[in-house]
Each structure stands twice: as structure tokens, then as C-alpha cells.
T-cell receptor
Framework: KNQVEQSPQSLIILEGKNCTLQ??????????LRWYKQDTGRGPVSLTI?????NTKSNGRYTATLDADTKQSSLHITASQLSDSASYIC?????????????FGSGTRLSIRP | DAGVIQSPRHEVTEMGQEVTLRCKPI?????LFWYRQTMMRGLELLIY????????DSGMPEDRFSAKMPNASFSTLKIQPSEPRDSAVYFC???????????FGNGTRLTVT
């Protein structure tokens, strides 16, 4: 069964600190993995995409890693800011056609405290 | 581009009433998705269209739900009759090809009393 599991479910850190969010997946055949950021009251927005051959990708203060062997991904946020408070959703795509299946994790709710 | 546009932003209705949610995808995007999001179940795919044709509607909860895409720039999701358990945020998303990100609208928050 295709599944995406994220941890922790929620996280509170102080402004300026770093944090790492985890994503484990059992999806086959693997196509790509994305991290989305969802602000309160808004739709999710894509932060990064990683394919099978990539093991790290950065987008500003966000760095995503992928270990295709262990089927794990992480999202590391450096020097957190108040605007980083949001839900972060790991999304894995299976298949390689227009009928590809997109599986969403349940998200990690991150709160940054001043 | 204005992004994916959904309307209304909020809808409050009584049980048994018909509800219609609307979506305008990004121009040039040929795939459109309807999702439902709740605290308990997260984001769930309801249906997706490719080139205006419904490809997978296995996520549609029951016959009370229907979706149409009469042209490339407009889609509707209709619930008739609505029930309190339909209360959720409904998102529309579009994309132009596989391996491209989904572009989400800001959702319609539906409350059925």
C-alpha cells in the first residue's frame, strides 16, 4: 500500500533555531518527492522537488534530502523565522504517466516562537 | 498570472442544500484536481481531470458529489444534498505536466449546519 508518513506531527521552536522534519514513504514505483508549505488559510505551495537520482536540494533556508534506499526524506530549516510557521507536507508521486498517483503525508505543523 | 482562483472563499449552508464550488485553473494547465482537507484525514483527492476529461473519480465520496469541467478554464464541484460531514476546506489545483508542481487555490471553507 502506498503511504507517506511524517514526523513529528507538530513542533514548536524559537525564532532563529534550526529544525528538521522527517518523511518516510512506501511508494512504488517512485517518481518524485516534493515538500509543500501550507500557510494558515492558504493552499499548499511547492518548496522543492526531488527525483530518484537527487539526494539534496536547497531553496534558500530550506534544504531537502532524499535517501531512495531507505525511502526517507528530510526538510531542514535553517535560522527559522516567524514566517516559517506553517504546515509542511511531504508529497510523493508514483508512476510515470499522466495517471501518476500523488500521495500526501498528513503534514508537520511548525510553530516559531519569538 | 493570478494563480488558481476559487470561489467562494467561505460557504455556510444548511443540511440538505445544494452547494457549488468553482475553480479557474492557471491558463495553459491541462490537469485539474479537486481535494478535500480536514484535520482528521488531511488532503484527500476527490477527482482529477486531464484535458477536461475526468480521469480518476475514485475519491468522490458518494453520488451526492459531482464535478464538471466544461472547458479548460472552469470547473465546478457540486454537493447535493449537503450533509454536516461534508464540512471541510475544498482545494482546487492545476498543473501543466507530470513532474511539475501542483498549483493550489486558496480553497473554499465549507460549513454545513
Amino acid at each position: 500500500k502506498n503511504q507517506v508518513e511524517q514526523s513529528p506531527q507538530s513542533l514548536i521552536i524559537l525564532e532563529g533555531k534550526n529544525c528538521t522534519l522527517q518523511c518516510n514513504y512506501t511508494v512504488s514505483p517512485f517518481s518524485n518527492l516534493r515538500w509543500y508549505k501550507q500557510d494558515t488559510g492558504r493552499g499548499p505551495v511547492s518548496l522543492t522537488i526531488m527525483t530518484f537520482s537527487e539526494n539534496t536540494k536547497s531553496n534558500g533556508r530550506y534544504t531537502a534530502t532524499l535517501d531512495a534506499d531507505t525511502k526517507q526524506s528530510s526538510l531542514h530549516i535553517t535560522a527559522s523565522q516567524l514566517s516559517d510557521s506553517a504546515s509542511y507536507i511531504c508529497v510523493v508521486s508514483a508512476g510515470s504517466s499522466s495517471a501518476s498517483k500523488i500521495i500526501f503525508g498528513s503534514g508537520t505543523r511548525l510553530s516559531i516562537r519569538p | 498570472d493570478a494563480g488558481v482562483i476559487q470561489s467562494p472563499r467561505h460557504e455556510v449552508t444548511e443540511m440538505g442544500q445544494e452547494v457549488t464550488l468553482r475553480c479557474k485553473p492557471i491558463s495553459g494547465h491541462n490537469s485539474l484536481f479537486w481535494y478535500r482537507q480536514t484535520m482528521m484525514r488531511g488532503l484527500e483527492l476527490l477527482i482529477y481531470f486531464n484535458n477536461n476529461v475526468p480521469i480518476d473519480d475514485s475519491g468522490m465520496p458518494e453520488d451526492r458529489f459531482s464535478a464538471k469541467m466544461p472547458n479548460a478554464s472552469f470547473s465546478t464541484l457540486k454537493i447535493q444534498p449537503s450533509e454536516p460531514r461534508d464540512s471541510a476546506v475544498y482545494f482546487c489545483a492545476s498543473t501543466d505536466r507530470d513532474n511539475s508542481p501542483l498549483h493550489f487555490g486558496n480553497g473554499t471553507r465549507l460549513t454545513v449546519t
